[in-house]
């Protein structure tokens, strides 16, 4: 990642101006993300969220639920745009709103001890984990292995799974529940049965015998990220 984060390959100032004119394909994507947020019954009044950016995806109700967020990114334009979308309804909820400019990886295990308490967000972050500062074998391991390191905490995430072309007289496909994990090939059977997807090596964040969402993300115009969610109560 650009040390600056103004450049990064999955953030900074050129995201946040294609979020700007995109967010008007996202509407669907974001009432789902909002209506499985809310299904998160996590019973924690702070929450630790972690690689936010400016939480474009991410719904008012839900932020303004807690009554402290720590937020985490190593974007230095994420707190301003974050305030932009999101600092009126916290400031009407009185929620206590904290930023860390950070690699979120870098500092997990000072997080995870600095706030105890919190329920954990990762926010549509995870999936990016390989394009930044390590190749696809330590990503996918790493990845693999969070589950362990959050043993006994409340967290949820929401993250890449495939990405690729969509055709645009296409219609968007429904949400997806599964009650398991499914191999990148085998999801990609599912969503689409034909086409070249690029696999985001996140098959294994998510306990295997945990259910989850897998809801289409129509990032722009004839592309679409398919998007997994779940949690640990």
């Known amino acids: 990642m650009n040390s600056a984060g103004w450049l990064s390959p999955s953030g900074g100032a050129v995201w946040h101006l294609r979020a700007l004119r995109r967010r008007r394909y996202w509407a669907g994507f974001i009432s789902h993300i909002g209506a499985w947020l809310e299904s998160w019954q996590h019973r924690c009044s702070g929450l630790l969220l972690l690689g936010p950016s400016a939480g474009w995806c991410l719904p008012d109700r839900f932020l303004g639920s807690f009554s402290r967020i720590h937020a985490v990114d190593i974007d230095p334009v994420a707190p301003w745009v974050f305030g932009l979308l999101h600092g009126r309804t916290l400031r ?25 308490e919190h329920a954990i967000l990762f926010a549509n972050v995870l999936g990016q984990r390989a ?17 362990l390191r ?33 191999s990148a090939q085998a999801l990609a059977r599912r969503v689409s049965g034909s086409g070249e ?15 989850r969402l897998i809801l289409p993300w129509p990032i722009g115009p004839g592309r679409v ?9």
């Open 225 to 233: 990220h398919w998007i997994e969610a779940g949690y640990i109560v």
């Open 197 to 211: 997807w690029c696999d985001h090596l996140t098959t294994h964040i998510l306990p295997a015998d945990w259910p």
């Open 131 to 147: 394009l930044h500062q390590c190749g696809p074998g330590v990503a996918e391991a790493e990845l693999g292995a969070l589950s």
């Open 92 to 116: 009407r909820s009185g929620t206590l709103l904290t930023w860390q400019r950070a690699d979120l990886f870098a500092e997990l295990e000072h997080l995870l001890q600095a706030y105890p």
């Open 150 to 182: 959050l043993a006994g905490r409340r967290w949820a995430s929401f993250h890449d799974r495939l990405s690729g072309h969509w055709p645009r007289d296409r219609p968007m496909p429904l949400p997806i529940r599964l009650a398991a994990a499914e």
